[in-house]
């Protein structure tokens, strides 16, 4: 018998991570106008920068957070402002800009295997196991839920109320408009790219701690990611959120289906993309267009 409250935890931790990771990479397509496939490798390398805090059994969680956010929002900016920005500016076509979105992937990809080997890692921190009634959670899923949630309201708050929010969401909907209202395009960029990529490497840190660490951990994730930055349609914070949660517990509930029928559980992939298809069928923008 399926277990729906574990269930319905394991979705909140799912989608925890899809949201973290999901809103740079849905605000950088918004304003950039082009998929960034080396965001991939920002997961993992912000998981491999946690390792320097989490490599003991008494590591300090946030002291990775913080570092693994600062190291991978600067790499962002730097990737940006030497690889994709003169590219814009010589007004290269998105199928070029996807190009080197990939190599700039592949040679992050393979710089981190170079350093830190292409061997399986763990974090050796302990996380505390809590057990109420049949559902078993963990420290570190509670952090990982309770990050997600206040990072949303932060978000809310900026994207609604301050200045700088407002300006994301203009360039996002009308760039041109934005660009004649005096709006700093660039200096909004440059935000949007290194507190993106910040929030991507919180999430690899959690997704490591949670499983293991290769080279290989962030493109296992993008998929999943991009998914859920599609149906929720793409720039939209708010489509976000309610896309992670859908494809949390489409993800979760389809590998306790599938363990129930005896098949294997990489099928639970297929059953997220089946669902994508199915709304963007009716709905090709997104579930908040």
């Known amino acids: 018998m399926i277990d729906i409250w574990q269930v ?3 979705s909140l931790v ?12 849905t605000l ?5 106008r082009f998929a ?5 490798e920002l997961i993992t390398l912000g998981a491999y920068c946690g390792l320097f805090f989490l490599a003991t059994k008494d590591g300090n969680i946030f002291l990775a957070i913080i570092l693994a956010f600062f190291v991978v929002g600067l790499v962002s900016v730097v990737s940006y402002s030497a690889v994709f920005k003169p590219l814009e500016e010589r007004k290269t076509s998105l199928i070029h800009l996807m190009v080197a979105s990939i190599a700039l992937g592949f040679v992050l990809r393979y710089s981190i295997g170079e350093i830190w080997g292409w061997s399986v890692l763990f974090y050796q921190t302990v996380w505390t196991v809590h057990t109420i ?11 990982m839920i309770l990050t997600a949630f206040i ?3 932060c978000l809310h708050y900026f994207l609604t109320r301050t200045k700088m929010g407002k300006a994301i969401r203009a360039i996002a909907c009308n760039p041109a408009l934005a660009s004649i209202t005096g709006i700093n395009k660039q200096k909004v960029i440059f935000l949007v790219w290194f507190c993106g990529a910040g929030l991507a490497a919180v999430a690899g840190v959690f997704r490591a701690a949670d499983t293991r660490l290769s080279p290989m951990m962030g493109w296992e994730l993008i998929l999943p990611i991009f998914a859920t930055v599609i149906l929720g349609g793409i720039g939209n914070f708010y489509g976000l959120i ?9 993800e979760n509930f389809g590998v306790a289906m599938l363990l129930k029928l005896g098949l294997s559980t990489e099928y639970r992939m297929a059953l997220v993309f089946l669902i994508l298809i199915a709304v963007l069928i009716i709905r090709p923008k997104g579930l908040a267009r």
């Open 14 to 25: 799912t989608a925890s991570i899809y949201l973290l990771a999901g809103i740079g990479l």
């Open 133 to 143: 009634g049949s559902v078993r959670i963990t420290s570190l899923w509670i952090m």
């Open 28 to 32: 950088t397509i918004a304003l950039s």
């Open 151 to 153: 990072v949303a309201l």
């Open 8 to 10: 319905l935890v394991n």
């Open 242 to 250: 309610v896309a992670a949660l859908i494809i949390g517990l489409v």
């Open 36 to 40: 960034n496939f080396s965001y991939a």
